[in-house]
């Protein structure tokens, strides 16, 4: 028998290209290919007979007929395609994390859900985000850090979510609509933070129990607290920055079905005399409203925020934000079987007045010489002396600290000597003490456009990173520790978990349930 004519070259595996599986490169069928990987002859030799050719060909018209009903062009393969950046589980994406990207995919040729005339994430990620990072008018390094992702959260897992067995496969049921957490249903949320250094937003919405997902973010150094410390007024020109900032933000916001949001502001606003005055003017050009949160809320949202980063064994954390005027610190001891958010086993917290604008200001940013940075970690340390803590450093072998900032991530990305910030490298990695010393080491010994130079700095953050590690380096010294984990993500993040727990969003797929079931709450 002569050997049957091979399957015509479909269009759409020369898109493919490297994505393509090794079995669907030579334009043979799944089955074809599982038969060759099971020793079997493929469809095609000349050692297949008539009726295995013939089966063959009715399994492919068949395949063909079941692709043209999904709307999906026969020859493509949804596995074959390399996951987005933010189709990633961002509990497991950094260097320490255990689930490999496999199970994170987009369905091919389909819109984010709830996002209209939104571009298949397989297609474009990474090229859009560069793009839109650009035409706001974001500088050097912030382009390239929400072009790595590191603004994009992706699936974000709530404090304590069970982790479950078979999640590839529920995601990619829950993908397709075919489950209780399909994403096309889903409502958005926007959570929106304007910090004394950046303004950032997060768009998403929530998938499988715990989780959400990242639609739509955005992130910009405004430096709204620039001088806030001698004069104790946000300047004319810092808050141009920032309205601009939350203008895009509104935008944004407008252009998508939001279910619910907020939008808070923290340290420069609640501190500067005129606060209430650029509150307005933000209400009035921007259109947005936006919430001054108190301290001990601040603290709340940064656990709420990066608490699935804490091990179910941990003893006791210590978790530290810090920020560009202020600083969060919160003792954390969990319970051995914790329900819920990690928030509720906060033993104790405190809010330090210093973040990495006002320190660098206080001391210089530009020129730090070791006796600069050791009086800037001084100048901090008797901040925290005031603060009665439990011993938490005394839970030997279950005790580590927990750092969400710029000021972390920046040292996990020198440490690993990134070419270009990469969220997913960074987020959830591990750091030893030892490696944290000789990153301050490193940093110490270089001067400002050295650091402007690093690519995981830049020269927005090259006078604010030393008075971060001083603020670092302080409270290492009050709580040593062996280990520290970095976490890139914070407040909008717990902002975002709040509000889909105090939805009920995640509770629609048990038993007795109906999918997108009545609402609760909402704007």
């Not at 095609?44 to 043209?68: L, V, Y």
Request: proline share 5%.
């Amino acid at each position: 028998m002569a050997p049957a004519s091979p399957r015509p070259h479909h269009p759409m595996e020369a898109e493919k290209g490297e994505g393509t599986s090794a079995n669907m490169a030579d334009g043979r069928s799944r089955a074809d290919a599982d038969a060759a990987a099971g020793g079997e002859p493929a469809s095609g030799s000349s050692e297949t007979s008539g009726e295995d050719h013939s089966n063959n060909r009715k399994r492919r018209r068949r395949r063909s007929r079941r692709a043209r009903a999904r709307g999906k062009p026969s020859g493509a393969n949804d596995r074959s395609q390399a996951p987005s950046d933010e189709d990633c589980n961002a509990g497991s994406s950094g260097a320490a994390g255990r689930n490999s990207a496999k199970g994170c995919r987009q369905p091919q040729g389909r819109p984010l859900a709830g996002v209209k005339g939104a571009k298949p994430a397989h297609r474009a990620a990474s090229r859009d985000k560069a793009a839109v990072c650009a035409e706001e008018g974001a500088s050097g390094s912030e382009a390239a850090r929400s072009a790595t992702g590191r603004d994009c959260a992706g699936d974000v897992p709530l404090a304590g979510s069970p982790k479950r067995s078979g999640g590839d496969r529920a995601a990619r049921s829950g993908e397709r609509g075919r489950g209780p957490w399909g994403h096309r249903d889903n409502p958005l949320y926007a959570a929106l933070d304007l910090g004394t250094n950046n303004c950032r937003l997060l768009v998403a919405q929530p998938t499988r129990p715990g989780q959400f997902r990242v639609v739509d973010s955005f992130s910009r150094i405004v430096r709204l607290g620039e001088g806030l410390i001698g004069s104790g007024r946000l300047s004319e020109c810092a808050m141009d920055r920032a309205v601009e900032a939350l203008k895009v933000c509104a935008g944004r916001i407008a252009s998508r079905s939001i279910r619910s949001q907020r939008l808070i502001a923290t340290e420069a606003c609640r501190s500067a005399v005129n606060g209430p005055e650029f509150l307005a003017r933000v209400e009035a050009e921007a259109g947005l409203a936006l919430e001054v949160v108190d301290r001990e809320t601040e603290a709340r949202l940064a656990v709420s925020g990066c608490s699935s980063l804490v091990e179910p064994d941990t003893r006791s954390v210590v978790l530290f934000d810090i920020g560009g005027g202020s600083s969060e610190i919160a003792l954390i001891r969990p319970a051995s079987e914790r329900p819920g958010r990690l928030a509720r086993h906060i033993h104790a917290w405190t809010s330090l007045p210093v973040g990495v604008v006002t320190l660098s200001e206080r001391h210089g940013g530009r020129e730090v010489t070791p006796e600069i940075f050791e009086a800037m970690v001084a100048d901090v340390a008797g901040m925290l002396a005031g603060f009665e803590c439990p011993g938490a450093e005394d839970d030997d072998g279950g005790f580590h600290l927990l750092g969400t900032s710029g000021t972390v991530t920046t040292l996990a990305g020198v440490h690993l000597d990134l070419p270009r910030y990469d969220r997913r490298r960074v987020d959830g990695l591990w750091l030893t003490s030892e490696n944290v010393d000789c990153m301050i080491a490193r940093l110490l010994s270089w001067d400002f456009d050295q650091r402007s130079a690093n690519p995981c700095i830049g020269a927005d953050r090259a006078d604010l990173v030393l008075a971060g590690c001083a603020i670092l380096e302080a409270i290492r010294r009050r709580w040593p520790a062996e280990r520290m984990r970095v976490a890139d993500r914070g407040l909008r993040e717990g902002l975002l978990t709040e509000m889909m727990a105090a939805d009920g969003v995640w509770r629609r797929g048990r038993r007795g349930g109906r999918r997108g079931g009545a609402r609760r709450g909402g704007n």
